[in-house]
């Protein structure tokens, strides 16, 4: 029995150390922290400079889109005018070349509309990774153990760190656009 008695103290021992050594680890705070994602890539001024940018890109592919339209439009204009008056081979010739300039004008348009999706998908992967080092960089200097954003249904304004992370990404954006 003083067998069984020894190793149950001792383990009673071992248990009163670990919990003794574990009690200041469970005693210390944990920093938590809440950001809204969306928010943050809908206010942030990047967000804005980047979709100006993507406009300015896409503006002469846009103006060509316009001009074929109105080509489109004056043509059928003609032909409508004109259909009466025209012999039945030229009328076919007409409609068949408005035809075509549907299509050019439709596949213009497609190719465009893909071209600026895709562009602004790159674009919005790239602000979303500089956003989320925005967060990380933050959490990091003001002492945060863990920053939450997805999948939070509430969040107090005590732990809700989406302004704060708003004000330091505007600043850093206006120090980098100073000189310009």
Same mark, same amino acid.
């Given at each position: 029995?003083?067998?069984?008695?020894?190793?149950?103290?001792?383990?009673?021992?071992?248990?009163?150390?670990?919990?003794?050594?574990?009690?200041?680890?469970?005693?210390? &705070?944990?920093?938590?922290?809440?950001?809204?994602?969306?928010?943050?890539?809908?206010?942030?001024?990047?967000?804005?400079?980047?979709?100006?940018?993507?406009?300015?890109?896409?503006?002469?592919?846009?103006?060509?889109? &316009?001009?074929?339209?109105?080509?489109?439009?004056?043509?059928?204009?003609?032909?409508?005018?004109?259909?009466?008056?025209?012999?039945?081979?030229?009328r076919r010739t007409a409609e068949k070349d408005l035809r075509d300039l549907q299509r050019d004008v439709a596949r213009l348009q497609t190719e465009i509309q893909e071209d600026a999706n895709l562009r602004q998908n790159e674009e919005l992967a790239t602000l979303q990774r500089s956003i989320i080092k925005e967060v990380q960089d933050y959490?990091?200097?003001?002492?945060?153990?863990?920053?939450?954003?997805?999948?939070?249904?509430?969040?107090?304004?005590?732990?809700?760190?989406? &302004?704060?992370?708003?004000?330091?990404? &505007?600043?850093?954006?206006?120090?980098?656009?100073?000189?310009?």
């Open positions: 029995m003083s067998f069984v008695k020894q190793s149950v103290i001792r383990a009673a021992m071992v248990i009163a150390m670990v919990s003794a050594l574990a009690l200041p680890a469970a005693a210390q &705070e944990v920093k938590i922290g809440v950001v809204n994602l969306p928010l943050l890539m809908d206010r942030a001024p990047q967000t804005k400079a980047m979709l100006t940018a993507l406009q300015e890109e896409f503006a002469p592919r846009q103006r060509e889109f &316009e001009a074929k339209q109105k080509e489109l439009q004056d043509y059928a204009a003609k032909v409508q005018k004109d259909g009466a008056v025209m012999g039945e081979s030229e959490a990091q200097a003001n002492g945060f153990d863990v920053v939450v954003s997805d999948g939070v249904v509430y969040a107090s304004s005590t732990v809700n760190i989406t &302004e704060e992370v708003l004000r330091e990404i &505007e600043a850093g954006y206006q120090a980098a656009n100073a000189g310009n």
